[in-house]
Structures are given as C-alpha cells and as structure tokens.
C-alpha cells in the first residue's frame, strides 16, 4: 500500500500504545516517521523500519516547547520535509470527583493533552512546504461528553477539539487541513489493565479482560468492548492521504457506537 508514499510524519507520545501504531501504519502506507516521546523508542522505530521505511526517533517531551522544537527540526532535516502531524501524546490519571483533583494533577494533564498539543503546532508550522499538508489531533470521546470522575482529562480533550477548529481556520490558506479524532475504549495499557478492570467491576473480586469488555461491551452500538489500536491509526492514515484532501475542520469517532447509544 503506498497512500502516503513520499510522506513524512511526525507523531508525537509514539513510544507506546496507539502512537506506536500511527508510526507503523503509516510506514505500511509508504511514509518516514519522526517518532517523538519520553520514553523509549527502538519497539516505534523497528516497527517502521521493518516495512522499509526511515525512523527518526529522539526523545522529546511535549511540555518543553525548546526541545520539541529542537527535536522537530532535527528530524525534519534527516528526512528532508514534513507533511503529516499526529499530536497523539496524552496521558489519564484521574479516577475521583473534579474538587478532589489536586492542583498538580489538573495541572500535569492540561499540560501534556492541551498545552502539549499547541507546542506541537508551534513546532511543526514553519516546516510545512508550499503544498501544505495534514495535522490531526487525538482527542477523545471524553471531548465530546463528560463522564464522571475525569474532569481533567474530559477538559483537555474538549479544549483540543476547539484548538483544532481555530487552528483549520488559521492554516487553510496554506493548505495545511486539521482535523480531530475521537477514540473510545481502546485496546491498550490504558484500559487493559487491573485498576480499569476494578472501576468497571465493582464487586467482582480480581476482574479480568473478559469481565470488563462485556461492561463495555454494554455501552457500545456494536458488540465489542474495546476498538484495537489499528482502528483509530486508520482513520489517521485516511485524514493524513489525499483521500481526504478536502476535509478539514472535522471530527472522526472511532468508538464502536458508544457516543450514540441511546
């Protein structure tokens, strides 16, 4: 498959889970990955690099706007041009009612899914060429509800969702398109794990996988507890290729149903 044959991308928060995924799917397509995160990035860059495609990975938090830039610049003149921007890092470490959020915690999600967000633009704007290209953002289905006991991170991914709407404004005139993506459950550290399973369960003493996909599984239109990681890092590669060369300023829920369920 060759869709983004030509391309490259940077993605950022690509050490792990779905980030990881984005860089290898769009290796699948044909494009070179400037992988970005604070964690480590050999599994991100063999995975691309098995399709035969070029991997820049370097270690960059989304909090330090001098260092994203740094590492910005430096993978775009290894590759020699940039086309495509998934802001996919973020994090989800909440779990009580929004008056019981400590300062640092509030602090530290809005920092990495909002502001974290915005550095990326502010570091990959000036190397966009004269055709333009693809920015997308991960929000969440959290950007399009609230749901209880997330109030942090509910804010943020309804804050990114407004900065990619001004930002489709800003840049469509330099054929740069913005569009955003919502996730629900997705099949990665962040939901399979033992104190998911537990907040979902209660009452179950040590719930597994199983136990918790069918809770889910109840909230969905379709009868699956959980989208894999593939599925969202689909719709990306299609808002990132000329497929989608029109579309801009626009949203893409990839949850199974759950935001429609009546």
Known sequence: MSRLAGKVAVV??????????????????????????????????????????????????????DALTEAVTHGVAELGR????????????TGVPAWEITEDAWQSTLDVNLTGAWHTVKAVIPHFGAD????????????LRGTANTADYTASK?????LGRTLANELGQQRIRVNTVFPGAVGTAMVLNPATFARLCPGVENPTSEDAAKVLAARNLLPVGWVDPVDVANAVVFLASDEARYITAAQIVVDAGLTQKA
């Open 82 to 93: 940039l086309d495509i921007v998934v802001a996919n890092a973020g994090i989800h470490a």
């Open 158 to 162: 309804h804050a990114v969702v407004g």
């Open 12 to 65: 950022t928060g690509a050490g792990r889970g779905t980030g990881r995924v984005h860089c290898e799917r769009m290796a699948q397509e044909g494009a070179d990955v400037i992988a970005l995160d604070t964690v480590e990035l050999d599994g991100t860059a063999g995975a691309v690099e098995v399709h035969g495609r070029r991997c820049v990975a370097l270690r960059a938090d989304v909090r330090d706007l």
């Open 132 to 143: 333009g290209g693809s920015i997308i953002i991960i929000s969440s289905t959290n950007g």
